[in-house]
């Protein structure tokens, strides 16, 4: 493979103290990316620095350390709307992940405006943080699910879509990138199609937050939702990006402290948005930590990784496509960098276990996806890249699976 | 690589590949299904239990090698066992997979082939799916 891109892996890992050596872990070649990333130093650091010098509750204090913490944490939401160029940071809303903020807004959003009879569309490729919410709110509502289905090679049809809008659906809910599939959805054209209904639109971007360029004014989502943790930024720490009108029009999801203006026994005044969706003391340090895997990402730059990362899925592809008896889902050649694969009769199961003992690490089963599962016809073992993967990686993996082939009797020891 | 060995048994393929009691009974007949929602695994067990006694049993499902071998091997161990029997089996096997016995394991048949399981915590749950849904099964025998 010729190397035209300007980014050296092994250089970003040194960045990485999971893949220095470790006296009581053995190094592996992480291929479960679309499951977490790994964190770098700096994230590590930045929230480690917050909780042992800065730690104080935000907007309460009446003291240095909570002004301090309120401003990283305000920082945070204004480098999150810089990083997705939402037009205000108040349009940015602090939640524990994709799934909490996909859930506020089928609660807030869905219980306010969906009413019975009315329409939400979901494609055959959700993940269950993008497809529970929504069957709940159908089932809560008196409202009708509308199944998007997948192609064979399994994309999205957009005169499918078509065919599907009418003037009662409310709502289309897509992945950005199948967490399965690896398919990168049109999710700009889906929105137009969306909107020209009088509907609105919610990209699910978890799976691309870390890997593309992301413009919620290009793609004129109306929300969008990613968790920091896939992003190289801490666990506990998601955003759910919404048009300022909505969280203007749309309900508190949690109530308590830090969302209200005024409280009287006879008289309640909600703060405004943000605030009035981030009941409680929020996840401050994994804001400031996801703060510092923004920086991150760009600091290498989104298309130098989108090119880097395309670059080596097209490696992968060959690979993987040279493994005997290998089934590959998915749509070919332009995808994402995530890779679900059978091997012959062996279950995903057992092809994770072997890959473990070599080294290799990737994740096998349904991917929180049954009804796509379902769809290619049960569990599926599954690769996915981050910045820090490199052509030796992939190779690794596919040393592996010959010995899965070996061992399970497909090919000759 | 002595540990897939151990986990991969020659014992452990052969039931894969050649399951024993599958297939489905006629009523009357206890059926329970045991589901691992996180990796579909699947087994429907149907067993017959008469004077307290399990007469016959059988399994059908899908999933990796390690949850039907297992299956496999608990009907051929079951079958004919008093129900006090099988549940004084299930705790054995439940130990056995996290590597909680002690002592000889020799008694146990095939089924001691799933030693091997406690080197991968995250297979335990392949190697119990059958008989977790047997110990429920078991719980509508009387």
Not at chain 1, 154 to 179: E, M
Not at chain 1, 247 to 272: D, F, I, K, N, S
Not at chain 2, 103 to 111: N, P, R, T
């Amino acid at each position: 493979m010729t190397a035209t891109y300007r980014l050296n892996a092994g250089e970003i890992r040194k960045q990485f103290p999971f893949f220095q050596p470790h006296p009581e872990m053995r190094s592996v070649v992480y291929l479960d990316n679309a499951a977490t990333t790994q964190k770098p130093y700096a994230v590590i650091e930045a929230v480690s620095n917050f909780w042992a010098h800065h730690n104080a509750n935000v907007h309460r204090g009446g003291h240095g350390a909570g002004a301090r913490a309120s401003e990283m944490y305000e920082a945070a939401r204004t480098r999150v709307a810089q990083f997705l160029n939402a037009p205000e940071p108040a349009e940015i809303v602090f939640t524990r992940g994709t799934t909490e903020a996909i859930n506020l807004v089928a609660s807030s959003w869905g219980e306010t405006f969906v009413q019975t009879g009315d329409e939400i569309i979901v494609t055959e490729m959700e993940h269950h943080a993008n497809l529970l919410p929504w069957m709940r709110l159908a089932e809560k509502r008196g409202a009708r699910l509308k199944v998007w289905r997948i192609t064979d090679d399994g994309r999205l049809n957009l005169a499918d879509l078509d065919r599907l809008l009418t003037k009662r659906t409310r709502l289309v809910a897509v992945s950005h990138v199948s967490n399965v599939l690896g398919t990168v959805n049109p999710v700009v054209e889906i929105c137009q199609r969306a909107h020209a209904a009088g509907a609105l639109c919610l990209v699910d971007a978890a799976q691309s937050v870390a890997h593309m360029p992301l413009d919620v004014q290009a793609i004129d989502c109306d929300f969008l939702a990613f968790s920091g943790h896939k992003a190289y930024g801490p666990t506990g720490i998601g955003v759910l990006y919404a048009k300022r009108a909505w969280l203007e029009a749309m309900p508190p999801y949690h109530v308590g402290g830090g969302m209200v203006q005024t409280v009287r026994w006879e008289r309640l005044v909600w703060a405004e948005p943000p605030a009035k969706f981030e009941a409680g003391t929020p996840p401050i340090g994994e804001a400031i930590g996801l703060h510092a895997a923004l920086d991150f990402i760009d600091g290498i730059g989104r298309d130098t990784i989108e090119q880097y990362e395309h670059e080596l899925t097209q490696y992968a592809l060959r690979r993987l496509q040279e493994v005997p008896d290998l089934r590959l889902y998915g749509p070919l050649p332009d995808r994402a960098g995530i890779f679900a694969f059978t091997l012959g009769e062996i279950h995903p199961h057992d092809i994770a276990t072997v890959l473990d003992t070599h080294e290799v690490a990737i994740r096998s089963g349904l991917h929180c996806a049954h009804p796509l599962g379902e769809r290619l016809g049960g569990a599926t073992a599954r690769a996915s890249l981050a910045i820090y993967n490199d052509t030796h990686h992939i190779d690794a993996l596919i040393d592996a699976l010959h010995a899965v082939r070996r061992l399970f009797g497909l090919a000759r020891t | 690589m002595t540990t897939l060995n151990e986990l991969y048994q020659e014992i452990i393929l052969d039931h894969y590949r050649h399951p024993r009691g599958r297939g489905e009974l006629e009523p009357p007949k206890i059926t329970q299904e045991g589901f691992n929602p996180s990796c579909g695994d699947e087994i429907i067990l149907d067993l017959r239990v008469q004077d307290g006694r399990v007469q016959e049993i059988r399994f059908r499902g899908r999933g990796c090698s390690i949850s039907q071998a297992s299956a496999s091997m608990l009907t051929e161990a079951v079958q004919g066992k008093t129900v006090e029997q099988a549940r004084a089996l299930i705790q054995q096997v439940l130990a056995l997979v996290k590597g909680e016995t002690e002592g000889d394991i020799e008694a146990l048949g095939d089924i001691a082939a799933l030693a091997g399981v406690r080197y991968f915590p995250v297979r335990v749950k392949c190697a119990t799916l059958a008989w977790h849904a047997l110990d429920e099964a078991l719980k509508h025998a009387e």
